[in-house]
T-cell receptor, first 112, second 114 residues
Framework: DTEVTQTPKHLVMGMTNKKSLKCEQH?????MYWYKQKAKKPPELMFV???????INESVPSRFSPECPNSSLLNLHLHALQPEDSALYLC???????????FGPGTRLTVL | GQQLNQSPQSMFIQEGEDVSMNCTSS?????WLWYKQEPGEGPVLLIA???AGELTSNGRLTAQFGITRKDSFLNISASIPSDVGIYFC??????????????WGLGTSLAVNP
């Protein structure tokens, strides 16, 4: 299995809702990432987990809460989001020491 | 934050033409990565480069790690309609160590006229 999967593909939520994005990889990668991407812009790093521990938080608002239950899974819990949080949310993974990151197809999030 | 200078910003070409794009930085990089992203999908890794002067091919795609370590180039030969998408360069600067934060270019949007 050489891919990163993400669910759901699309998500529409209100500003008072709580939802979660899920990411899974079975490549044995020990680093996993969350990115936010606006249209026609490069991905912006949000969080990095290395060996299931949070290693980078790019000053992301607390309404985004990451979780890494095990080495294959990564979640992003969403609560009280704002319309400007609407974007494509990408998950990626990489091997322990190699820099190449492999991306999932993303979750298109719309906040109403 | 730090960004790479990627050019051109967009290209509109005829099928069969060759394409060239590049990324430059004011600082030295250890690794250069080239990704392609199609609408509604995540970026797909095309080529990874690790050494100054390295030239690597992937089918009709060829990428080079610049000798100065401050730039990289991607060429696409004999373009076809499915080459349409946004091409991003990304890299790790010298001294990044275990920091996994890639630095990204702003992308080159490619349109191919059949």
């Amino acid at each position: 299995d050489t891919e990163v999967t993400q669910t759901p593909k699309h998500l529409v939520m209100g500003m008072t809702n709580k939802k979660s994005l899920k990411c899974e990889q079975h490549m044995g990668h020990r680093a996993m990432y969350w990115y936010k991407q606006k249209a026609k812009k490069p991905p912006e790093l949000m969080f990095v987990y290395s060996y299931e521990k949070l290693s980078i938080n790019e000053s992301v608002p607390s309404r985004f809460s990451p979780e890494c239950p095990n080495s294959s899974l990564l979640n992003l819990h969403l609560h009280a989001l704002q319309p400007e949080d609407s974007a494509l949310y990408l998950c990626a993974s990489s091997q322990g020491v190699r820099p190449e990151q492999f991306f999932g197809p993303g979750t298109r999030l719309t906040v109403l | 934050g730090q960004q790479l200078n990627q050019s051109p910003q967009s290209m509109f070409i005829q099928e069969g033409e060759d394409v060239s794009m590049n990324c430059t930085s004011s600082s030295i990089f250890n690794t250069w990565l080239w990704y392609k992203q199609e609408p509604g999908e995540g970026p797909v890794l095309l080529i990874a480069l690790y050494k100054a002067g390295e030239l690597t091919s992937n089918g009709r795609l060829t990428a080079q790690f610049g000798i100065t370590r401050k730039d990289s180039f991607l060429n696409i030969s004999a373009s076809i309609p499915s080459d349409v998408g946004i091409y991003f360069c990304a890299g790790l600067p010298l001294g990044a160590g275990n920091n996994r934060k890639l630095i990204w270019g702003l992308g080159t949007s490619l349109a191919v006229n059949p």
